[in-house]
């Protein structure tokens, strides 16, 4: 071919003629006019650059039909992909948190298909409001009076602090003057909420004594911050909400506690390390307990909180609630997921979050052996492949030091180099559902504990 570029350029066809050719009859009627022409156009700009620069036609230009349904399929493609977390992590804030159970699912479904009474009260046929149906749900499942509902744990801080605590001060202990992800923290949530932190005690020793000192005529709240994504260990000492309360109750100020991930049952009768639940707080007598619906609840992004009626009528009429207020989407997962624990003895089975993370070591190692051989015919040659004993985490600051016996795929290149592991992970990235290891000692390891689509992952990665 001429390497002349004003001959190539007179190879390139014009939009009308392409438009014109039988073989893009079909992507008009998928994709319509106004798509496929831009897409040509684009086309023709990207050869007229590639004959610029290398002095030739790009591959490509040998079928325009077939280059342009690839661009315009792929311009299709949801930004929001399903792939495999075999990272090992369960709750990867990365990758969307708790999986929904079909029961959310399907209430999502049904609320996205129709009308649905959000506001509306059907027995006084006038404005209802929408937190009422899942503060019923929520006050049977922690023993709370009420209950009000926002769109991430954040806001529910933000929100407890603005309604209760802004132009007063707020007592928190040193040691849990948290940041989560996204650089979240506890001092700047006070300062957007108009509250004056007073910090007391140490980082690892904060005592009762601490915050008595520290209250004053301007104090309006005690706080408690669950540290559940970090821990201290060694020399320490911190204040219980039970203490907290007593103190609270003797000085008429509330207590209020962000919680964080809450658990809403008790995790040791699966086996897992126990999480303290809402409901053990609210018994004790705390004021406004916050949490995760999408951590160790299992179910969609909210921020719940749940107490006493008085503080929770303040949430529901301060001006914030209405700009964090959650989506019939949200709540519909919401209700659906929270109606799951009503039935105790099948929530394992049909909570998706709890059944992955009661997943028996022996029931992902026997998983693992079905999958070695098959993976060592299609990898063999360049990685050695193997079985290996590993440790899951729960994620999204669940339990940050407990670790779940697990067991994975790992893929040692032959060729010692960490590029080659690197195009491996990055080539099944780009699969049709991509699938998401972990890189770690000069090995890719697939986590199997979060695989329930055993042959959905043969067929992506072996066909």
């Excluded at 106004?34 to 790009?58: C, G, S, Y």
């Excluded at 009422?132 to 991430?152: K, R, S, W």
């Excluded at 050695?384 to 600051?397: D, F, H, K, T």
């Excluded at 940050?400 to 690197?422: C, E, H, I, Q, Y």
Aim: hydrophobic share 40%; aromatic share 4%.
């Amino acid at each position: 071919m001429t390497t002349d570029p004003r001959s190539l350029y007179s190879l390139l066809p014009s939009t009308d003629r392409l438009l014109n050719a039988g073989e893009f009859a079909g992507l008009l009627a998928d994709f319509g006019h106004t798509q496929v022409v831009a897409t040509l156009r684009q086309m023709l700009d990207d050869a007229r650059a590639h004959i610029r620069q290398h002095q030739r036609l790009p591959a490509w230009c040998d079928n325009w039909a077939q280059a342009a349904a690839t661009r315009l399929r792929d311009g299709c493609r949801q930004a929001l992909r399903p792939v495999y977390n075999l990272t090992g992590t369960v709750l990867h804030t990365n990758l969307g948190r708790a999986i929904q159970s079909d029961a959310a699912v399907e209430a999502v479904s049904q609320v996205m298909r129709a009308p649905v009474t959000l506001e509306y009260d059907l027995d006084g046929a006038g404005r209802g409001h929408r937190d009422q149906a899942l503060a019923a749900l929520l006050c049977e499942l922690t023993g709370a009076e009420d209950a009000c509902i926002v769109n991430n744990n954040a806001a529910a801080v933000l929100l407890m602090l603005a309604a209760c605590g802004s132009g007063q001060q707020v007592v928190v202990s040193r040691g849990e003057l948290v940041e989560i992800g996204g650089a979240f923290r506890i001092p700047d949530v006070m300062r957007q909420a108009g509250c004056q932190l007073m910090e007391v005690g140490t980082t690892n020793r904060t005592h009762l004594k601490d915050y008595r000192e520290a209250v004053t005529g301007d104090t309006g709240l005690l706080m408690k911050v669950h540290t559940s994504n970090y821990h201290i260990e060694g020399f320490t000492k911190s204040v219980s909400e039970q203490e907290l309360v007593t103190l609270g109750d003797e000085l008429g100020i509330p207590v209020v506690t962000d919680l964080g991930s809450g658990s809403l049952v008790d995790l040791s009768q699966y086996g897992l390390p126990a999480e303290p639940m809402p409901r053990q707080l609210i018994a004790a007598g705390v004021s406004l307990v916050s949490f995760s619906g999408d951590k160790l609840l299992g179910g969609p992004q909210a921020g719940i909180i749940v107490g006493k009626k008085a503080l929770i009528a303040r949430l529901q009429q301060h001006p914030l609630k209405r700009a964090l207020r959650a989506d019939k989407m949200t709540l519909a997962a919401l209700e659906a997921t929270l109606r799951l624990y009503q039935y105790p003895e099948t929530l394992a089975r049909r909570l998706p979050t709890l059944r992955l993370l009661t997943r028996s070591a022996g029931d992902i190692q026997a998983q693992a052996a079905r999958l070695l051989a098959p993976f060592t015919a299609r990898f063999g040659a360049d990685f050695q492949v193997a079985v290996e004993p590993c440790l899951s985490q729960i994620g999204s600051g669940s339990l940050p030091v407990d670790r779940l016996p697990s067991a994975a795929l790992t893929f040692t290149p032959r060729d010692g180099r960490g590029s080659t592991l690197a195009t491996l992970a990055a080539g099944w990235r780009s699969a049709s559902r991509p699938v998401i290891g972990r890189i770690s000692d000069g090995r890719l390891w697939l986590d199997l504990r979060c695989l329930e689509d055993e042959a959905g992952l043969m067929e992506t990665l072996l066909s």
